[in-house]
């Protein structure tokens, strides 16, 4: 039988930038309640929340103090309760952000932690004596610096792979495996639908060996919190792996090996960086590249024994058509491309919000008007290293989290609708003309393109379970059958702003779903710029 997760269409949520409900500025459960009925009608199946929990919020909620609470300025658990019934009316279940790779540092075993060596939880996290009065040895933390923090208290250094503020936890220890394996229980015994597990490939870390992702005990410990959670609950997971190659993904995703429904893999996240380098030495863009990375990922899964995810976007990476497409031209073409050439792919596609309207990066020009650490720590990093201003604003305009990251687009209403308050982010100032409002008025719209797109899902299988066979084409055009039970489908996707000539050999049988209107026949069409069909052909 085929899991509910399969033909599904996941929703991703940044909670503090979808909707204020109460003036302050940032968005809230509430707010996100009042939208369930904008999100039907978008026609999701589920919600990817990201982190509501108790948090001082140093990287926006990735930093949990309390597992088990909500942060008051989200709302409270009242609020989360409803959230997760009003959903479910709805036909939309929620999916909960597990960051158990670290806990803040003001989470009550940190705080235990450190207060002496021999606390009952100091190895809950990872401590090491100076090496010849310095960090034990030169693990990098991925916002910049030292992964080691030295702690005044007790004199011993402690691991941190993001900030200082979120000391990494020690998953060698059965006791603390325990504890987070209770809190999910906990959440799932209150009816929501899965987690997205942020940075799971890291727990099998062994620091003294330099060993961060794919530790030799990370499949170890994903099954065994699969015995002690997820076993015969019909639930979602996915894992976020940015290590991830063919191999591992089958590790994790194997129905057999009881790990995982399927996880992210972020393979075409170099493509536009320099080999080897931080994705912020930027390399131009080819189209070329994306193709091969999305046919790799497509034709070499063994569907029996994993599966894909499928998205463009999420709040860590740029949006897609100001990344690789076009978000003035062509805006609204090249958004219904990415669209239709990721939706009609073999695997379960995620929705970043703001994604179904064709909302745009937010190009700043100082770094004051930067809240992300990770561009902040960057920054000051690079320009003490010799880095221009302008290189790296380039960068941060690129890459940067904070693109993503602004708030929702709802209408033309004062900061678009999102608060009546002063917004924690800036808005794009672009909300005057691309706004859900407009979006819904117009029935051309990139929204009606996803919402149609989410229901050929739903009503055909072959979407779901149908094979996957690339058609030859430019290397620019990426072109693919679906084919279930003698049925035959073919989904053109022009990746780039200029003509390109396409040809099949098949007839076509009935229009699907196009962005221009579709030609009549295969042989030599010439696609206009990010062109986009899917047909039934004969
Ligand atoms: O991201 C994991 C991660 O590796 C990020 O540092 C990622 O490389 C970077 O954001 C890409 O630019 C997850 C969360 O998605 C992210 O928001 C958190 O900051 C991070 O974990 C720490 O929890
Ligand atoms: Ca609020």
């Known amino acids: ?40 009608k978008l026609g999701i199946d589920a919600i990817w929340l990201s982190p509501i929990y108790q948090s001082p919020g140093i990287d926006n909620g990735y930093d949990i103090a309390d597992y ?69 040895n030169d693990l990098k933390s991925d916002f910049s610096g030292s992964a080691w923090q030295f702690d005044d208290q007790t004199g011993q250094y402690y691991l941190h792979f993001f900030a200082p503020q979120q000391p990494d936890l020690n998953w060698q220890n059965p006791q603390l495996r325990h504890k987070i394996y209770d809190m999910m229980n906990f959440w799932l015994d209150k009816g929501i639908g899965g987690f997205r597990m942020d940075v799971i490939e890291l727990i099998g870390k062994e620091p003294d060996r330099k060993i961060r992702e794919n530790g030799p ?34 590790k994790y995703s194997d129905p057999a090996r009881h790990e995982l429904s399927m996880i992210f893999q972020f393979e075409d996240q170099n493509i536009d960086k320099q080999p080897g380098k931080p994705k912020w030495d930027l390399k131009p863009f080819k189209a070329s590249d994306l193709k091969e990375v999305l046919l790799k990922w497509q034709t070499q899964i063994d569907y029996n024994h994993g599966w894909n995810s499928l998205f463009w976007e999420n709040h860590d990476i740029p949006r897609v058509i100001s990344r690789w497409g076009n978000d003035d031209k062509y805006r609204v073409q090249s958004a219904k491309m990415f669209a239709i050439a990721l939706h009609l792919m073999r695997g379960t596609p995620y929705i970043y919000n703001g994604e179904e309207i064709g909302m745009t990066n937010c190009p700043v020009k100082d770094i004051s008007e930067i809240e992300d650490l ?42 678009a609708g999102f608060t009546t308050g002063k917004p924690w982010l800036a808005l794009n100032p672009n909300y005057q003309d691309i706004n859900v409002q407009a979006a819904l008025a117009d029935p051309q719209s990139i929204f009606y393109t996803y919402q149609k797109l989410i229901k050929l899902r739903h009503e055909n299988e072959i979407i779901t379970n149908g094979s996957f066979t690339p058609v030859p084409a430019s290397p620019n055009v990426l072109a693919y059958y679906r084919e279930l039970a003698g049925k035959r489908w073919l989904v053109v996707a022009n990746l780039t702003g200029s003509a390109e000539l396409f040809s099949a050999p098949d007839k076509i049988d009935q229009v699907l779903i196009s962005n221009y209107n579709a030609p009549q026949s295969l042989n030599n069409v010439n696609l206009r710029p990010y062109e986009a069909f899917a047909v039934i052909v004969k």
């Open 68 to 136: 088990e609470a909500i942060d008051p300025q989200y709302g409270t658990m009242q609020d989360m309760d409803r959230l997760i019934s009003e959903a479910k009316k709805r036909g939309i279940r929620i999916i909960m952000d597990l960051v158990v790779n670290h806990t803040s540092d003001q989470h009550q075993w940190f705080i235990e932690a450190r207060k002496s060596k021999d606390n009952p939880y100091r190895d809950f996290y990872i401590w090491r004596d100076p090496v010849a009065g310095h960090e034990p």
């Open 374 to 415: 990770e561009s902040i720590n960057m920054y000051n990093e690079r320009i003490k290293q010799g880095y221009t201003k302008e290189e790296l604003i380039r960068s941060i305009n690129a890459k940067g989290r904070d693109n993503a990251r602004r708030p929702m687009q709802w209408s033309t209403a004062k900061s």
């Open 1 to 40: 039988m085929t899991p509910w997760w399969k033909n599904a269409v996941i929703y991703q949520i940044y909670p503090k930038s979808f909707q204020d409900s109460n003036g302050d500025g940032i968005g809230d459960l509430p707010g996100i309640i009042s939208h369930l009925d904008y999100l039907q």
């Open 217 to 250: 005990q990370l499949h170890h410990y994903i099954q065994e919190m699969n015995q002690a959670v997820l076993a015969n609950r019909e639930v979602v997971t996915v894992g976020e792996t940015w290590s991830a190659d063919l191999d591992s993904a089958r």
